[in-house]
């Protein structure tokens, strides 16, 4: 792939993460101003996994200009911080509701489970297709 592609697909992942931060953090402000008082931690901070998951190191690829995950590890990845996302707002929901549910704590780590699946595999690619590239230099 060539650094411009690198580039262009990094930079359009980040972007497309900073708009999921962006309605996450509104729609936490505007449900926490609803909920009569009641505070959650979840709530009010479920703009994080897609900034720290998503933004942060899409945006590190695209100043490094390297390292962007395949297909596979692109779609873990992706999965582990939608659905790491979609635990925080689900616990958040619950509890300003006022109840609990034990299935909430499935998604940390189904959504962990992903991300980790999806790192190894990219980091894997990473190493790879440094030692090709090592490789055919000395060809």
């Known amino acids: 792939m060539y650094t411009s592609d690198i580039k262009k697909r990094a930079l359009k992942t980040a972007a497309v993460y900073l708009c999921v931060t962006t309605f996450c953090a509104v729609f936490g402000t505007v449900y926490e101003f609803f909920s009569h008082g009641v505070f959650s931690f979840f709530m009010a901070f479920c703009y994080l996994p897609p900034l720290l998951l998503g933004s942060a190191p899409f945006f590190t690829v695209f100043l490094t200009k390297q ?25 958040g929901v619950t509890e300003i509701y006022g ?41």
């Open 67 to 91: 390292g962007m995950p395949g297909r596979l590890a692109y779609n873990l990845y992706n999965s582990g911080a939608a659905t790491i996302t979609v635990g925080f707002i689900f616990r």
């Open 99 to 139: 109840t609990t549910n034990r299935l909430a704590h499935i998604y940390s780590g189904v959504g962990a489970l992903f991300l980790l699946t999806g790192a190894v595999i990219w980091i894997t690619d990473i190493i790879r297709n440094k030692k090709t590239i090592e490789n055919n230099k000395n060809v």
